[in-house]
């Protein structure tokens, strides 16, 4: 189900400056396609809607359909930090947290097999940086994983300022027939499942949580980023000496699968309740209330990105849809989109957006494998009302499980060119650089 590796051909020679090629969002896939352009000395014109760009994504490799993928992108993200000369990622000691005893012999069986073919990773059955010993029970962890850095859009934005890309405001009343006017590659998901509903782009809420921390947290590195996987979804957690802030995705939550960018109440008081119980300091040492965020995300169906033209008979071409993770796939997904613009011939891609043309009543996206585990609820008393603004945890609270937070209903159970083509052509792309 990944996208295919697509050898690429000699691209034929065309006239430079035919044609501009319109690239849309404020995301790291334009950012990034928008450099290769460049390279190639092909004209673009970037145009962005006014929001600022989403918060990055975790570049954390989750197991599911698209794992093989999702390495080669961190891959990529790696070449394109080389070939910058940027610091576009920065090491973090990563931990895949385990909360159940069957969690902890599958994290443990798989940090032995990364051992073994190689890789920094290890597994530890004792709680790092001072979790609550009695919710979790070991912790496959990396020392230094590559990480995007908090900076990247900044980072990026200048390299393209230094060749003269800036971005443009999108106009007030964007249409179908607009988009479609002339070449353009959509990367803005949200536009997308505004003006393309045939695709069943489905939303999904996310929720940032931060708080600033008046001291400094008894931590032996920082930064650090913590994963872990609740039934309903991911919880990323990333610490620092003064901040901690907490995304949760709500993956398979049917709660959060809503175009909203208002945070759920509920939601919120959930998550606070869980970061409080799974890092017992945080109320010894007196956090204040979080500044909260949340925002909307768009994922396809079938879980598998975009990639490819809306029609054959159009020029709208699209680059996205796999959610929180478009991120860490922007640089494959850019990559792939550049291999089926230099083809002779078009090959049919199963990550194309016509596989969604012909469906009629569209299937409930399946729960990736990464969220397929089981997670024995234990019996536990009736939880005490949460309170939103909960900034403190008693020294003798009952301890719940983590993973028994969940997000339903109202209840919290446990507290390179430019395409250039004729009607029915394919589209070409001019290079004049190494690919």
Sequence with gaps: TDCPRVPAAQPRAVTVGELTVRVIGNTLAARLL???????????EWLVAPEPPLPLGALALLPGPTLSLAQHSRNLWQQWATTLVLPLLE???????????????????????????????????????????????????????????????????????????????????????????????????????????????????????EWALPQPLPAPA?????????????????????????????????????NSQQPDDVSVAALTQHALQLLPLLGKIGTAAPQINAWATYTTPDGLPLLGNLTQETDLWLLGGMGPMDDLYAPALVEKLLEIWRLDERLESPLEPSRFAAMGKLEQRPVPESLQFTEPAAPVAAAPEIQRQATQIAPDVEVKRATE?????????????ATMRGRNEKPKMQTSAVK
């Design 222 to 258: 920082a930064p650090m980023l913590l994963l872990h996987r609740m039934p309903r979804g991911h919880t990323w957690l990333w610490i620092t000496t003064t901040t901690l802030a907490l995304h949760y995705d709500g993956a398979a939550d049917p709660r959060q699968h809503i």
């Design 405 to 417: 937070v969940r997000m339903v209903g109202k209840e919290i159970t446990s507290g390179a060119g």
């Design 34 to 44: 928008l450099l290769e352009l460049h390279r190639n000395e092909v004209a673009c």
């Design 91 to 209: 090491p973090m000691a990563f931990h895949d947290l385990a909360t159940t005893p069957g969690r902890a012999v599958k994290l443990q069986e798989e940090a032995l097999l990364d051992a073994l073919a190689g890789n920094a990773v290890h597994y530890t059955p004792s709680p790092p940086y001072g979790l609550h010993p009695r919710l979790v029970q070991g912790a496959r962890g990396e020392a230094a994983a590559p990480q995007l850095a908090n900076d990247i859009y900044v980072q990026l934005d200048a390299q393209l300022a230094q060749h003269g890309i800036s971005p443009l405001p999108l106009p007030p009343e964007v249409s179908g027939a607009w988009l479609q006017s002339r070449p353009t590659t959509l990367t803005d998901m949200q536009l997308a499942y505004r003006h393309c509903p045939h695709l069943g782009l489905q939303p999904g809420r996310q929720h940032r949580l």
